[in-house]
Nanobody
Framework: QLQASGGGSVQAGGSLRLSCASSGIAFSIEMMGWYRQVPGKQRELVASITSGANTQYAESVEGRFTISRDNVKNSVYLQMSSLKPEDTAVYYC??????????????WGQGTQVTVSS
């Protein structure tokens, strides 16, 4: 129920913008954000944003990536600038969701590949 888009290939120093939209019905969406994963490594939290627009970033992307969200569209975005080869990974969006039944679940997007060449 999360659809991610915007990945691709770019040279080092370039920019990409990831988008993720939630299409499911929910009572509310609390935190949204992005993880990334490289084969053989643990999934890393890249950035997160609360419904009140409080943001957190991994130290490795601080100052280069900007997360934002549109609460009307239930969407989250990740503007990535000054990309480095080490940013290469599959990026997954997530949404910490309160359902209509008032259950709390985490929904995930399908992953989008970002490849940065040197």
């Amino acid at each position: 129920q999360l659809q991610a888009s915007g990945g691709g290939s770019v040279q080092a120093g370039g920019s990409l913008r990831l988008s993720c939209a939630s299409s499911g019905i929910a009572f509310s969406i609390e935190m949204m954000g992005w993880y990334r994963q490289v084969p053989g490594k643990q999934r890393e939290l890249v950035a997160s944003i609360t419904s009140g627009a409080n943001t957190q970033y991994a130290e490795s992307v601080e100052g280069r990536f900007t997360i934002s969200r549109d609460n009307v569209k239930n969407s989250v975005y990740l503007q990535m600038s000054s990309l480095k080869p080490e940013d290469t990974a599959v990026y997954y969006c997530f949404a910490d969701t309160i359902t209509i039944q008032r259950d709390r679940i985490v929904r995930w997007g399908q992953g989008t590949q970002v490849t940065v060449s040197s």
